[in-house]
């Protein structure tokens, strides 16, 4: 990793990904399926696409589906700089690890690394793959160790 084009802020780890290396791989049409389980609720597919960009941000949609594929939403369009993408992933150096790891989902066996932040009894941890830059392919949340939200890539498809 580069730290200057990774590391966002100096009281944060450095970002799997620069902004650069993010919009190089979401071209138009890369297409992520996830498993979104909520405590509480129906576990959802959600469909992130993006749809177009140029070199300052990207343009997407995203919508909901049943387990079946049928559509629950309506697609819904947003644009963010590449710069806006990098940060979800800048995270406290007090409060968070990270650790190179393989790690397994639906979508394939990736090598990458796994950001844990705990804030008091909350425990967020975000899986990034090496060869699938962007966003983090699991996430998980606890909360006093219960699991109470998890996105799991079941598809990531690149044009």
Do not use: C, N
Request: glycine content about 10%; charged content about 30%; hydrophobic content about 30%.
């Amino acid at each position: 990793m580069k730290a200057d084009s990774h590391r966002l802020r100096p009281d944060h780890h450095p970002t799997p990904f620069s902004a650069d290396e993010i919009r190089e791989a979401s071209r138009p049409g890369r297409t992520v399926r996830f498993l979104v389980e909520r405590k509480g609720a129906e576990p959802a597919i959600r469909v992130s696409r993006f749809v177009g960009g140029d070199a300052e941000g990207g343009d997407g949609e995203s919508w909901m589906e049943t387990l079946d594929g049928e559509r629950l939403s309506e697609p819904e369009r947003g644009r963010s700089t590449w710069l806006e993408l990098q940060g979800h992933a800048s995270m406290p150096l007090d409060t968070t690890t990270v650790e190179e790891e393989t790690f397994e989902v639906p979508a394939g066996t990736y090598a990458g690394w796994r950001y844990t932040r705990t804030d008091g009894d909350e425990v967020d941890t975000f899986w990034f793959a090496k060869a699938a830059p962007g966003m983090p392919l699991r996430i998980e949340s606890r909360v006093g160790g219960d699991v109470v939200f998890s996105s799991t890539a079941i598809e990531d498809v690149r044009p």
